[in-house]
């Protein structure tokens, strides 16, 4: 299918090209996007974000709301062409094929909600000529298996400008905020000559992944809960959850798998996650909203003190038995 031509209208015409990768389906995945000016060629924008744990439709779906989401910054007027390798979101999004999963579903109605549909336009190519959104969804899946955050700076691709003004939006004042650099971290004790190979990250946490034998309602507790301290749903499939935090992310998962007996905190294991929750007043207000959500005070006797009079936390258990801690800052 030739791409559309808008020069009659004069309307801008912004070419996306989007590409999704999944490292196991689901594993750890990542999407990749670009707007191109068809006339020169040149890169206009670039994105790219590791999702956590999720599926190859899910990060392809993500690809092309991200490209979206690029073309209408730089013209929300513009007429857009997208071109991908996935046949299943050309085919979906192009009307020819019906949406029968869910989660594709609220992802096709989110990307048709982002520009007027008469305005996109779809094309499948094969996945030699989507090689530019093909490496930024490698540099996000990278990312994501590293624990750390796409940059873009350190992108492979250059965004190169246009060749033609963007019509004028009001200007901000406010300065661009830097991009966001890794962490490294703390140097650990070892035999290695210094400065010796690339920085490593062994001891960091990559990821926890939680089995609950209720999905839909893990999601609304624990993954409720989750989202409140700072996480983002990365990633939905059929039996499962990412949220992912600054570098590592969570996962809820359930399905056949999951053994019948329910969780006890008390048992050999994993006890309890810990997470920071800002101040003293906003660990209250957050303690305050999950109870309201069926989770549980512990050690209400000794609260908010229950770890020591230095340290400012609630304990609360889920409505399945899976067992938080929120962390005040320092007084």
């Known amino acids: 299918m030739p791409a559309p031509s808008s020069r009659?209208?004069?309307?801008?015409?912004?070419?996306?090209?989007?590409?999704?990768?999944?490292?196991?389906?689901?594993?750890?995945?990542?999407?990749?996007?670009?707007?191109?000016?068809?006339?020169?060629?040149?890169?206009?924008?670039?994105?790219?974000?590791?999702?956590?744990?999720?599926?190859?439709?899910?990060?392809?779906?993500?690809?092309?709301?991200?490209?979206?989401?690029?073309?209408?910054?730089?013209?929300?007027?513009?007429?857009?062409?997208?071109?991908?390798?996935?046949?299943?979101?050309?085919?979906?999004?192009?009307?020819?094929?019906?949406?029968?999963?869910?989660?594709?579903?609220?992802?096709?109605?989110e990307a048709k909600s982002l520009l007027p549909p008469s305005r996109v336009t779809y094309e499948w190519i094969p996945r030699a000529r989507n090689k530019d959104a093909d490496l930024l969804s490698n540099e996000a899946m990278d990312a994501g298996a590293s624990g750390t955050a796409w940059v873009k700076s350190r992108s492979g691709l250059k965004v190169s400008g246009s060749s033609e003004p963007i019509p004028s939006e009001p200007t901000s004042s406010e300065p661009t905020p830097p991009e966001p650099t890794p962490l490294e971290p703390a140097p650990a004790v070892s035999s290695r000559p210094a400065d010796v190979g690339p920085s490593r990250r062994v001891g960091r946490l990559h990821h926890v992944e939680i089995w609950v034998a209720d999905l839909a309602a893990a999601r609304g507790s624990l993954g409720w809960l989750f989202q409140q301290v700072g996480y983002a749903v990365s990633g939905e499939w059929s039996e499962g959850t990412s949220y992912q935090g600054a570098g590592e992310y969570l996962v809820l998962e359930s399905g056949p798998d999951v053994a019948a007996d329910g969780h006890d905190r008390r048992r050999p294991g994993l006890n309890h996650l810990a997470f920071h929750a800002g101040t003293r007043a906003e660990v209250d207000a957050l303690t305050a909203a999950a109870r309201q959500r069926g989770f549980t005070l512990l050690f209400a006797d000794r609260h908010p003190f229950a770890g020591g009079r230095n340290h400012y936390a609630a304990y609360l258990e889920a409505p399945d038995g899976f067992e938080v801690e929120l962390v005040a800052d320092p007084a």
Request: glycine share 12%; no cysteine; proline share 4%.
């Open 8 to 109: 009659a209208t004069g309307t801008r015409l912004l070419h996306v090209e989007a590409d999704g990768g999944s490292r196991g389906n689901p594993g750890v995945a990542g999407y990749g996007a670009l707007v191109r000016d068809p006339d020169t060629g040149a890169l206009l924008d670039i994105d790219a974000q590791p999702l956590g744990k999720a599926s190859n439709n899910v990060a392809e779906y993500s690809g092309l709301i991200a490209g979206l989401r690029l073309a209408r910054a730089i013209d929300p007027e513009a007429a857009v062409h997208v071109k991908m390798d996935s046949k299943l979101v050309v085919e979906q999004m192009s009307g020819r094929w019906k949406i029968k999963h869910a989660d594709m579903q609220k992802l096709a109605a």
